[in-house]
């Protein structure tokens, strides 16, 4: 049975607490720090507790100074695009000893996909989809990690991913870039000023069905 080994932990993680985990504490960058990024902007916690992400030439990022879980966690996150025509939200994610992006408005301001899977990123790959997404409207992400799979929802269903996979290795950063600036779990925005709030990472303890490669759910 593939996976196995990734079962076993999740067993173990039964007795663990799922209770989200807020991952801004809405007063200051306490657990992150700002990305080292070529031109980066300015990153700053405003009055009502979300973080604001300055515009930069061309990326602005900020990291997270923890460590993460690599395996069977879910993020939340809302984010909003203020002024900027491209991605406002680029969620850099562990996936056991690999990474990768989700985008959302990268490409001109509507692309939302993966990057890179198989080596090809959002623009290239198929779990890429173009939407109209507006200024100023909070959109709310959230990405589920479990064995086998990786799974987007951009509001629910208005833009959904579903990848399975048997090695890890499959995921990668895209090359040529400062992404790399924002793991082991970070945040980006390319010319482009955003907010983000509402940050929580949540241990899943019970696969669901749609958690499992379709063939182990036979």
Known sequence: MKHTAAYIFLATALSL???PVRLFNGKDLTGWRV???FGSGTVTVL???SVECGPGNPM???AYTNEPPRMNYELSLQAVRVKGSDFFAALTIPIEKNYCTVII???GGGLCGISSIDYMDAAENPWSEGLNLENERWYTLRVRVTPGVLQV???ENLYTARVEFEDASRFSLRSGSDIDKTTPLGLATYRTLARWRNFTLTPVTEL????KPKGENL
């Open 17 to 19: 607490r799922a209770d």
């Open 35 to 37: 990305a080292d990024m």
């Open 47 to 49: 009055a009502d507790g």
């Open 60 to 62: 602005t990022g900020i």
């Open 105 to 107: 408005g990268g490409w």
């Open 153 to 155: 929802f951009l509001d």
């Open 208 to 211: 669901k069905p749609d958690d």
